[in-house]
Structure formats: C-alpha cells, structure tokens
C-alpha cells in the first residue's frame, strides 16, 4: 500500500475546512493511482486531473497566505470574477478533481465493502460502474460515456490491481483492503468536505461534456 | 487552407530519401489538424502524434549531419540496438507517426475524391473509417477498436471540417478540396516512401495496441 498509505490525506481543520497545502501535496499522489490501472487507456484521464492539480497549485503558489483554505481560493475568485465564476480558474479545476477524488473514493469504499459481481468476482467493472453513475455520468454527454463504457473493459483483475497499490510490498488481499479502508477516513472526509463548500458556495454547475 | 497548404511537404530528395529536416518541419503542423476536428476528445491522439514527431526530433538534433534522411535514423538504431531494434528510438515513433500520416492521407484523399455516405453525404464517418481501416486497425486490439467506434461519433460535420481546413479565409468547398489535393501530392509521396524504406529494412512489426 505504499501508494495510498504514504500519502494519507489529513484530517479537516477545526472549522471543517480543507487545508490548501497539505491537500494539494496530498492530491499529488493520486494521478499515479492510473497507473495502477495497467492500462495506457487511462493516461487522458490522469492527465486531466494532473491538470487540475497544477491549476490550483499555480494559484496558491501566487500568494499561499490568501489561499490558506480552499474555501479562500473560492471566494477570492468569485470575487475577482463575478461574470464567468464558478466556471473559471481553481474553481473550476476543484469543480472537476473532486468529481475525480469521489470516483476514486467510491470505488475504493466498493471494493473495501466486498461489493462484487458474484459470476465474476475478480473483475472491478461493478465498483467502477458503481463510482462512475455516482460521481460523473452524469456530467459526461452520449459520446464520454460511451467512452467510459469501452474503457471499462481495459480495468485490471482485482487481485492485479491490489497488487499494484501495494507496490513493492507483498500484502494479504484482507491487509490491504484495510489499508484502504484506513485511507479512505481522512479521504472522505476531505472530498465530502469539498463538496459541502461548493453546495454552499452555490459553486457547483451541471454543464456536460 | 491556411493550415495544409502554408507548410507543405517539400519533394523526395533525388535518391529518393526523405530528408529528416524538412520532413520534421512540415510534420510539427499536423497536429493542429487534430482540432480542427472540434472535440477535445482528440487531443490524446494528438499528443500522441506530437509525442512521436518530438522523439524523432530528439534523436535529430543529437546529431543533423549523421541523421540528414530518415533511412539513416533507422540505419544508426539499427546498429546501435541490435536487439530491441526496431521496437525501440525514432525508429519506433516513426513506425506509429506513418500510420497517423496514412490515416490522414487516406481521410482526405478519399474526400477528395468525393466518397461519401449517400444517406449522410455531410457525414465524415465513412472517409474516417476507411483510413481506419486502412491504416491502424490491424494495430489495435479491440479495445482501442472500441474507443475508436466511440470516438468516430464526435467527428464533425464535412462542412465544419473543411472550414476548419481553410482557417481564417473564405473558401468555396470546391476550391477547398483542390487544394488539399495540392497538398496530397508531396505528402502522399513522403508517406508513401516511409513505407517503402520500413518494408526494405524489415522494420515493421505488426503487434497491437
Ligand atoms: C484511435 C482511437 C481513438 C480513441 C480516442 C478516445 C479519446 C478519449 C478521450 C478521453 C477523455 C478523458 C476524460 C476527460 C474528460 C474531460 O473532458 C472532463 C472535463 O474536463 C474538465 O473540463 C473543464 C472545462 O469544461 C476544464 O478544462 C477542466 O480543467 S481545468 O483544470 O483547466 O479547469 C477539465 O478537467 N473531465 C472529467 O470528466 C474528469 C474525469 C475523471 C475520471 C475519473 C476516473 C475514471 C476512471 C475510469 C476507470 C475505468
Ligand atoms: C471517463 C471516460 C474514459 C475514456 C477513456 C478513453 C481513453 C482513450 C485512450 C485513447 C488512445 C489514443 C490513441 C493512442 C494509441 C496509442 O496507444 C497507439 C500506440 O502508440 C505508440 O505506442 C508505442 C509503444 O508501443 C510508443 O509508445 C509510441 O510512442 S513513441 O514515440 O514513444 O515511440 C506510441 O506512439 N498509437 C496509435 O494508435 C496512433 C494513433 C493515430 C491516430 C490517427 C488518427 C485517428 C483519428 C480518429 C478520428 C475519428
């Protein structure tokens, strides 16, 4: 588990905010997650959320004291941008990454819980399904997930992709799915966080592509 | 046709070689050509074009004078890797940039040459197809196959395409496609000569993707 567990995310701050630095090192650590994938099918999708992430950075990097919390770099946009907000800058790159981050979180959660096809148990397809309808298709028009459907098919074993997020360290199926399910605590929180903010923000839009 | 006929292909050289200068300068405009196809859903083919013109750029550069035709770059790798040879250097991103070439020659010259689909006469769909066909099929697994069937979907209208083509200017679709045809004729030359020079040193291989 060395992929997930070196880098768990921090816990919220005390009021419930997300801290802009540790999460965006945190973050960093994910795109790597696609390659645990086994397929060069999934480097577009890795790299739209690398994007994401070098988008928020450059703007905290700008003035890290402003952007402390994610919820600042949200509001100084709104601020600046009033016409295109919240479909503009770090704003938007959060719009879309925590759409990623609660693919990734909700797949992982399925496969912590057993959830399983029963006639072919080693496949990931129903926890992938299960994350896509929950966390993007909604926001894909016909074409991506038409995409989304064919590229579900270049989706590891689960015991291969086990394997993979233990890199370099020969891991029981039952130690590393706890080992999921002890990074998915500060993941969920901050991703549901994430959300929160932008529901309360009014900042989350429903556009497709 | 700003786009094709500003950086045409320059002639074969007399013994027939592909001279690597000219040749990495009139291939470095083809992946704009990608967006003129109006859905971003191409950019990881095009970042795969432009991944194979930088490699073989790379190799170039270390050395103009020892690598002046493409036949010398294979010539060198062959003699440099004589085990990986040809999986392996410029000579492998030269394999896959000839396919993506015979891709787009084969799309605009059977556009060119007016085949269309009765029912759809301002679809692209079937040109695309045929180059598919044609040029990378046989190259992909079914999966890609797959995506490719999908992504054929985001194609945009003849009309729309063509205008692309003649970026910034007015151009009638007639005076559009012979210029194209103008184009076709060095490029198609060039392509045809890498082909020949991968059969001749057996460099081809056929496994897929
Ligand atoms: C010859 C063969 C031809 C084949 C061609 C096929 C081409 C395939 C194209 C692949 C599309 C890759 C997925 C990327 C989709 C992206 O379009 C969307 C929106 O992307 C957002 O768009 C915004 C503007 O609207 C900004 O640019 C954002 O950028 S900004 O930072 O600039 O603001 C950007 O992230 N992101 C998404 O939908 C996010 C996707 C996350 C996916 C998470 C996991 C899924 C895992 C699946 C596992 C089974
Ligand atoms: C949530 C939604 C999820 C959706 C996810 C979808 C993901 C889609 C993935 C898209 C695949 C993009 C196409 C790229 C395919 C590439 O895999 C192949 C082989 O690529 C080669 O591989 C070699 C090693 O074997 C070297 O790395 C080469 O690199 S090297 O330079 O390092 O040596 C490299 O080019 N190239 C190809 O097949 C070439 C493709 C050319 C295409 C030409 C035009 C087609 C136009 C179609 C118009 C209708």
Redesign the interface.
């Known amino acids: 588990m060395a992929l997930l567990m070196d880098h768990q995310f921090t816990e919220l701050r005390a009021d419930g905010q997300v801290d802009t630095k540790s999460f965006l090192e945190s973050v960093s650590y994910l795109p790597p997650f696609f390659d645990c994938l086994g397929s060069?099918?999934f480097?577009?999708i890795k790299a739209d959320i690398a994007g994401n992430v070098t988008k928020i950075k450059a703007v905290y990097d700008t003035d890290p004291a402003r952007y402390e919390t994610l919820q600042q770099i949200l509001e100084v946009e709104k601020e600046v941008h009033p016409k295109e907000w919240p479909k503009v800058g770090a704003t938007l790159a959060l719009m879309w990454l925590k759409r990623g981050l609660r693919f990734i979180q909700i797949m992982l959660q399925s496969l912590v819980d057993g959830e399983k096809d029963d006639k072919n148990p080693n496949l990931i397809r129903v926890n992938a399904t299960k994350a896509y309808e929950t966390a993007l298709k909604r926001y894909h028009g016909?074409?991506?997930q038409?995409?989304f459907?064919?590229?579900l098919?270049?989706a590891p074993y689960k015991t291969d992709f086990l394997k993979a997020l233990s890199k370099g360290q020969e891991v029981k199926e039952e130690d590393c799915l706890q080992q999921i399910q002890q990074f998915l605590v500060n993941f969920t929180a901050a991703v549901d966080a994430i959300y929160t903010m932008f529901n309360t923000m009014n900042a989350e839009l429903d556009y497709t592509?």
Chains 1, 2 share one sequence.
């Open positions: 060069k099918v480097a577009p016909w074409l991506v038409n995409l459907k064919a590229a098919y270049a592509v």
